[in-house]
Structure formats: C-alpha cells, structure tokens
Nanobody, 122 residues
C-alpha cells in the first residue's frame, strides 16, 4: 500500500508544473485524495482534495490557479499548478483520506506519499 508522488521541480514565477501521484495496494476509486504542502519551517497545510465522484475543494490561495484531478482507471491523482508564486515553494505530498468526505485536517489522512519539491523563483 503506497503513494508515489512525482513532477516537482524548479520553475520561475508565473510558470506551471504538474504533479502526479500513483497509488497502489488499495481500491483507489473508493477514496478521497488530497494534496498538502509543507514549506520550510512551517506546518504541513492542506491544498486541495477530490472525492471519488470528483467533487473538489481548494484553499483560497489555490483557487483559480491549481486544479486537482483523478484518473480512477490509472489510480492516479494530479495537481496542475499554474501562475506559480514564490510562496508556493514547498514539498508537496499526496495523501489518502480515511473518511468519505474532503477534510482539511492532517489527522483525516492515513496514507502519505514521499513528497516532491516545488521551488518557484522570483
């Protein structure tokens, strides 16, 4: 049972990146999935989540710039990030929710990927 995140990198402000997370070992289509991020010295924070029916929820700073999506046939969840800002710099983690609804609290998530670094230069 694992999540494997990929797609991070270095990009200039205003640029785009697409993160991907591959799930294995569990019934992916049954689960709410999310992306979190953790900037250096700060708490890990919720970014976006998507239910098995593709209902989505975003933090205010991600609305209009980030898009979370899922492909249940490939067991993947993605995060398209556009108009990136230096304050988006962080390690990004995909996570599986233990419940059936989107939740912002880390305690709602029981499986985490290894994280992928996103660095946005000004």
């Amino acid at each position: 049972v694992q999540l494997q995140a990929s797609g991070g990198g270095l990009v200039q402000a205003g640029g785009s990146l697409r993160l991907s997370c591959a799930a294995s070992g569990f019934t992916f289509s049954d689960n709410v999935m999310a992306w979190f991020r953790q900037a250096q010295g700060l708490e890990r924070e919720f970014v976006a989540c998507i239910t098995w029916r593709s209902f989505t929820y975003y933090i205010d700073s991600a609305k209009g710039r980030f898009t979370i999506s899922r492909n249940n046939s490939k067991n993947t969840v993605g995060l398209q990030m556009n108009s990136l800002k230096p304050e988006d710099t962080a390690v990004y983690y995909c996570a599986r929710n233990r419940y059936r609804t989107c939740g912002l609290a880390r305690e709602h998530y029981d499986l985490w990927g290894q994280g992928t670094q996103v660095t946005v230069s000004s």
